[in-house]
């Protein structure tokens, strides 16, 4: 994956910051389009990510409009089938996952990523990996310097670096986080007979979401406060095969404002433009569909059309996408800022059960 700039101050069309989904799915459409186009990404891929590895059923569309469905299929991965919600006191309520084509599917981000960065390449991107954005300036175009002393110059430029976006930090724009949570996460020996099921469990110091990956690992998140984090962590120890030197990665902070809406030719997608809850399990679809988005409100301005209009254009899908979605979300976060309020719902829904399963249904019905 090197298609290395050899020359400082290349001009592109699109400079993108973060080649995680928002940002390779940005750059592949732009490409796409027939923009010249640049990725920017700090890490090296394969690599992975604090993430509950859930693909969301409405990821489908986008990844076909990629090429990509085949492909994901190819992937080492575990289709699910259910959600089973369990309360702090052991209660449990199962809800199905849609089964046909549209189906939820577990993959290692380290995978997934790394396909989705690559069909980038793949599309004619110029990806330089293990580069990181140092400064950036206006002057009708973005010229952007790296920590490797080499300037960039594009027409536009999109944030896509996650939610700690840096170009948001470099721009003044960066919201303070609203609430500080910690998560950490891990892929572990999957237990015997776990099954094909998404485990949303309730604790008293905050919640644990579990997933098998493939045959032989499980994805374990653990969200708490910076002063639960370690019960939790003991929580898990106890509960799962878990070796003693382990490695957690880890994340902070799990929710924040989101960034002001776009201006000049200046974008933000994925996380670095809105921070949704992650036990929703939406984030990777949100990054796909936005940068999709992104990358048409682009190719419209680099072929002249007017930016302002366009602009507002892309401020208006956006609201779309996440239309009639934002209270599941603020609804899952009390639930889990709360776990016993969480509790008390898993209770309800042992009696009535349909609530629990209009909201699954909810998230996991069909988008653009
Ligand atoms: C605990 C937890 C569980 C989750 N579970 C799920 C789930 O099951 N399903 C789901 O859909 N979503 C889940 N999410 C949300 C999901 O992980 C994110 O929404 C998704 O990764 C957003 O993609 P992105 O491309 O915007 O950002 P990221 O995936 O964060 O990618 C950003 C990229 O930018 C790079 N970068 C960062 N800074 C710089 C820089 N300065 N210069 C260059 N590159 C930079 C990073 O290396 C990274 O590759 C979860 C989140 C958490 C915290």
Redesign the pocket.
């Known amino acids: 994956m090197t298609n290395e700039i050899k020359h400082t101050m290349k001009t592109f069309d699109v400079a993108i ?7 390779s799915s940005c750059a592949a459409f732009c490409a796409l389009a027939g923009l010249r186009t640049l990725v ?4 090296r891929f394969p690599r992975e ?8 059923p409405s990821c489908w569309p986008v990844l076909k409009r990629l090429g990509l469905t085949q492909r994901v299929w190819d992937l080492p991965h575990s289709k699910l089938t259910s959600v089973e919600f369990i309360a702090i006191d052991g209660h449990k309520v199962i809800v199905d996952l849609p089964t046909a084509e549209h189906c939820e599917l577990s993959i290692k981000r380290s995978l997934f ?1 790394d396909l989705l960065l690559k069909r980038a390449c793949d599309l004619g991107v110029h990806v330089t990996e293990e ?3 140092t400064t950036l300036a206006h002057d009708g175009d973005w010229k952007i310097e790296t920590g490797v002393h080499e300037t960039l110059c594009a027409r536009a430029l999109v944030g ?4 700690n976006s ?1 170009v948001a930090r470099l721009r003044n724009l960066l919201p303070r986080p609203a609430r500080e949570r910690v ?1 950490l ?1 891990a892929h572990i020996p999957l237990p015997r007979n776990f099954g094909k099921r998404i485990v949303l469990q309730f604790l008293r110091e905050g919640y644990s ?1 579990q997933a098998p990956v493939n045959e032989t690992e499980l994805n374990l ?1 653990l ?1 708490g406060t910076p002063p639960t984090i370690s019960r939790l962590r003991q929580w898990a120890q106890q509960n799962f095969e878990i070796a003693v030197d382990q490695p957690w990665r880890t ?1 902070t902070p ?1 929710t924040r404002a989101p960034v002001p809406c776009p201006r000049e030719n200046f974008l933000f ?4 433009a809105r921070v ?1 809850e ?1 036990f929703t ?7 796909l569909r936005s940068g999709e988005l992104a990358a048409g409100a682009i190719a419209k301005i680099i072929s002249g059309k007017d930016r302002q209009f366009t602009l507002r254009e892309f401020a208006r899908a956006s609201a779309e996408m996440y239309r009639g979605r934002l209270w599941i979300n603020r609804l899952a976060r009390a639930a889990v800022l709360s776990p016993r309020i969480g509790s008390l719902f898993v209770r309800a829904a042992r009696i009535n059960p349909s609530i629990l399963k209009l909201l699954t249904a909810k998230i996991v019905s069909p988008k653009l």
């Open positions: 910051v973060g080649g995680g989904p928002a940002g920017l990404e700090r890490e990510k604090v993430c509950g590895d859930c693909l969301n990523d580069t990181t954005v896509a670096d996650g939610r840096t998560a996460q979401g998140c969200v994340i799990l997608i994925g996380d670095a949704v992650p399990g939406e984030g990777i679809y949100y990054a």
